[in-house]
């Protein structure tokens, strides 16, 4: 296992900037996953990692070695590193152990080999599939084979490229679970590219957002959750609303969930941002006072979505409740944030 250090690196595809100024640290043995929309740039950060792509700037380090400047580049194949490309890429034509075999070289003997094949394969749980081809595994199947493959060298890191995307929702929960699980067991530096928020948010140590060829904040699951440094990063890793409010010259914060007689004039516009699950609604009055009426409801089963209509504000706020539903579509409910204050200054009055 071994940590990583990534700085300012740039990458340009012709004259068009890919990567930019991106600054990225992750832990000897950390489980590491990239978020961010389609497009920011992700897998060509991996391809980079990796030693496919050649930055126009920055380094990279692996440990204390520098692997990537613009003036020395480390082979792909010296990197020590496994490499799940999307979809897997297991070569159609060879078998499960040759395919696992692959990356072994011609240096060590038969037996070893064997042993090695054989070792991976009851390690993802597949031992006595060694002679079927790759069309003949399930999705969950080819993506624990395409792992095996990728860890079968003792890689010191191993980089994922949205290894469960092309699994249906019944099977990636377990699979992503396993697969997880079976890197952390072997203290495997894992950088894994994903769409997922949930991916993300279970199976990472240190969740990095992307946006446009940058990282923009990293963090644990709960920093970048809790702690989001803008309304739009705040959505990379969940549900939020943003409600126009105004801080007072003596530092305090009003909004339509602190108090129902609208906002002052003195003080600053901003914005809070709240998560849905934050917004307490009940039936009965609350201290706090504020009431709202509920314009829509969700129903998920584990929870809902309710839409609140507040006095004096156009703008819907959603709220999460959990347990039975015992609301009703027109009803005055009573609201009260339970969170911490997130505020964000500038333009109170979008929509
Ligand atoms: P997705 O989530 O859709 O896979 P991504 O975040 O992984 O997207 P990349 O695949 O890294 O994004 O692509 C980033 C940008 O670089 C895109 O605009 C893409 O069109 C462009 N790009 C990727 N590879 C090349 C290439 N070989 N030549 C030119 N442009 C490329």
């Not at 959750?225 to 409600?243: C, F, M, N, Q, R």
Request: with cysteine; charged share 20%; glycine share 10%.
């Amino acid at each position: 296992m071994t940590s990583l250090e990534i700085r300012d690196l740039g990458v340009k595809f012709e004259s068009r900037e890919i990567l930019s100024k991106l600054n990225l640290t992750i832990e000897a043995g950390a489980f590491a996953a990239i978020l961010g929309p389609s497009g920011c740039g992700k897998t060509t950060l991996l391809r980079t990692i990796a030693g496919l792509i050649t930055p126009a700037e920055g380094t990279i380090r692996f440990g204390k070695q520098l692997v990537s400047v613009s003036s020395l580049v480390l082979p792909p194949h010296k990197r020590n590193i496994g490499y799940v490309p999307q979809e897997g890429g297991l070569f159609p034509h060879l078998t499960v152990a040759e395919n696992v075999g692959f990356a072994l070289g011609k240096k060590i003997s038969r037996d070893e080999r064997q042993s090695i094949i054989e070792s991976m394969l009851t390690l993802v749980g597949l031992s006595g599939f060694e002679k079927r081809l790759p069309q003949e595994l399930s999705g969950g199947q080819q993506t624990r084979i395409a792992l095996a493959r990728a860890l079968a060298m003792k890689p010191a890191m191993v980089l994922l490229d949205e290894p469960f995307a092309a699994l249906d929702q019944a099977l990636r929960a377990g699979i992503s679970e396993e697969v997880v699980a079976l890197l952390k067991s072997t203290n495997t530096t894992t950088v894994m590219v994903t769409h997922d928020r949930e991916d993300a948010l279970v199976s990472a140590d240190v969740i990095a957002l992307m946006r446009s060829g940058s990282v923009v904040q990293s963090g644990t699951p709960a920093e970048v959750y809790l702690k989001p440094i803008s309304a739009d990063v705040a959505e990379s890793t969940g549900d939020v609303v943003t409600i126009p409010a105004v801080q007072s010259n003596e530092g305090r914060y009003f909004s339509v969930l602190h108090q129902s007689e609208g906002l002052p004039q003195d003080g600053s516009k901003g914005e809070l941002l709240v998560r849905p699950e934050e917004i307490r609604v009940s039936a009965h009055s609350t201290a706090s006072g504020v009431t709202a009426t509920i314009s829509r409801i969700n129903y998920y089963g584990h929870d809902a979505l309710l839409e609140l209509e507040f006095a004096g504000m156009a703008k819907l706020i959603r709220a999460r409740v959990a347990g039975p539903m015992n609301f009703e579509v027109g009803q005055t409910v009573f609201v009260e944030h339970q969170g911490p204050i997130r505020w964000v200054s500038g333009n109170a009055t979008r929509e």
